[in-house]
């Protein structure tokens, strides 16, 4: 579903609204709500960049965080690695960043052992004593509203963005009729959401007892 696809289903569910109502306003309210479900602590897997590379160069301590990047996936062995000389995968310890200083500052430059999440780059101790491929999974914010586009939140959950905006609008309008169904609608969205985040958790998996992980 496109965007403009989606504000008719907005102005549907406003009473058939003309086709020019308020439009520059839904946009930026279905952004808006677009920016709050990013900023959710747990991001659904459509929002996941797996595997990705980032290059550490020679004597540095960091690299810029991808373009954006909301925050680090949720593993079970570990955020960061790189790859040794014998093909095995290293697994970086994440620590904060007064820990990290406590740890390596003045160490020689070595091979990558930690890293903290800052502001805007990946800090890596110790510094580097060469260039490192790194990789690493994350979350990235899906592709702006601004133009007619279709991005990850209208082609897997729709509903979600469609029922957050119409609700926003429905109170304005004081419609309570419209605010009740557009609620249902962006509820009904976020149990999809949920229940494919499970299937796709515990789909196949063998959970009986002794059984190996």
Do not use: C
């Not at 930690?114 to 510094?127: I, K, Q």
């Not at 260039?131 to 897997?156: I, K």
């Amino acid at each position: 579903m496109t965007r403009d696809q989606a504000i008719e289903r907005v102005r549907r569910g406003l009473g058939f609204r003309g086709a020019s109502f308020q439009t520059q306003a839904i946009i930026d309210t279905m952004t808006d709500a677009q920016l709050e479900l990013e900023r959710a602590a747990s991001l659904p897997w459509f929002t996941l960049s797996e595997d990705q590379t980032l290059s550490l160069a020679t004597t540095s301590n960091s690299v810029s965080l991808p373009t954006g990047f909301l925050h680090e996936a949720e593993t079970k062995r570990g955020g960061v690695r790189y790859t040794d000389d014998t093909g095995a995968a290293v697994y970086l310890t994440k620590v904060d960043f007064d820990y990290g200083q406590s740890l390596y500052l003045g160490e020689d430059d070595g091979p990558p052992e930690a890293y903290t999440v800052r502001a805007s780059t990946l800090y890596v101790w110790p510094r580097s004593d060469q260039a490192y491929t790194l990789y690493w999974s994350y979350h990235v914010a899906q592709t702006s509203l601004a133009t007619n586009v279709e991005n990850n939140w209208l082609l897997y959950v729709p509903s979600v963005l469609i029922g957050m905006t119409g609700r926003v609008f429905a109170q304005d309008l004081r419609d309570d009729a419209a605010i009740a169904r557009f609620a249902e609608q962006e509820e009904r969205g976020r149990r999809a959401m949920l229940a494919d985040e499970i299937a796709r958790e515990h789909g196949n998996r063998d959970y009986a007892v002794g059984a190996r992980l």
